[in-house]
């Protein structure tokens, strides 16, 4: 909430002809009424200005279809998740505001693949990994875990997950951390490493829902952990908060330098 009304001070600076897009899936945005235009995207109410559907998950990526007073034209992803089709509209929404060509936004957006430590999907020495260690909350680990969940497992394989603590949860660092296990406890994961304090109630919800759990204080014994876990044609996810480090202290002991 903090977030939000803080970003929302940018209406202050905005000329009455100015324009704000808006994300109508967020409940927190969804009922806003700033002195300036509005113009709202989403994958949910079909009645915003850019609006996706037919929304389609292969192994290769995300396809939609975008509808808006223009008409629909098809948009094709190379990464997972509705939360990037989400981040697509805003992108083609702005681009059209702005005057962009449609087939120059939607070679953009085709182009366009994850690099470093945001959700990067990728194949890597027999294992297929998902590195995404930029930063951790609860949206964002919710979106990384579903798009985890889709990834397509070779016969015998397991769903690794490799998760340090959220930051910044101010008083809500136990019901935060709680939230996810007790969701990890519904999702295919087959083993839980985590690390960090508010990482001890995910561990404690995730044990208490019978996943295979294993806590640790210290990023060595995670990284001991999970060599001793995986073994090739396995995914792994790796998940944190930025103060964490763990690009640095768990994905390079483990296989290098490779984001």
Do not use: W
């Amino acid at each position: 909430e903090a977030i939000v009304n803080g970003n929302l001070d940018i209406v202050d600076g905005m000329p009455q002809d100015g324009v704000l897009v808006v994300n109508d899936d967020s409940e927190l945005l969804r009922d806003i009424h700033p002195p300036v235009r509005v113009v709202r995207y989403g994958t949910q109410n079909e009645e915003c200005d850019f609006f996706a559907r037919d929304i389609r998950t292969t192994a290769e990526g995300t396809s939609f279809t975008i509808v808006s007073s223009e008409g629909e034209c098809e948009c094709h992803l190379r990464i997972h998740g509705v939360h990037n089709v989400s981040n697509a509209l805003a992108t083609f929404a702005v681009g059209r505001l702005s005057g962009v060509e449609v087939h120059h936004i939607l070679a953009g957006l085709a182009e366009f693949q994850p690099t470093s430590e945001r959700q990067n999907l990728m194949e890597y020495g027999g294992y297929t990994l998902l590195v995404d260690t930029y930063n951790s909350n609860v949206l964002s680990l919710t979106a990384a875990l579903n798009v985890f969940n889709k990834v397509e497992l070779r016969p015998g394989a397991k769903r690794v997950a490799v998760l340090g603590d959220m930051g910044e949860q101010g008083d809500k660092v136990e019901e935060n951390h709680t939230l996810i296990g007790d969701m990890i406890g519904q999702m295919p994961i087959d083993v839980l490493i985590c690390q960090g304090e508010g990482m001890r109630f995910t561990a404690q919800a995730a044990m208490n829902a019978g996943v295979e759990t294993h806590y640790f204080s210290d990023t060595r014994s995670v990284v001991r952990a999970t060599a001793e876990a995986i073994k090739p044609g396995d995914a792994v996810l790796f998940k944190a908060s930025g103060a964490s480090d763990f690009k640095v202290k768990v994905v390079y002991p483990l296989f290098g330098k490779i984001v």
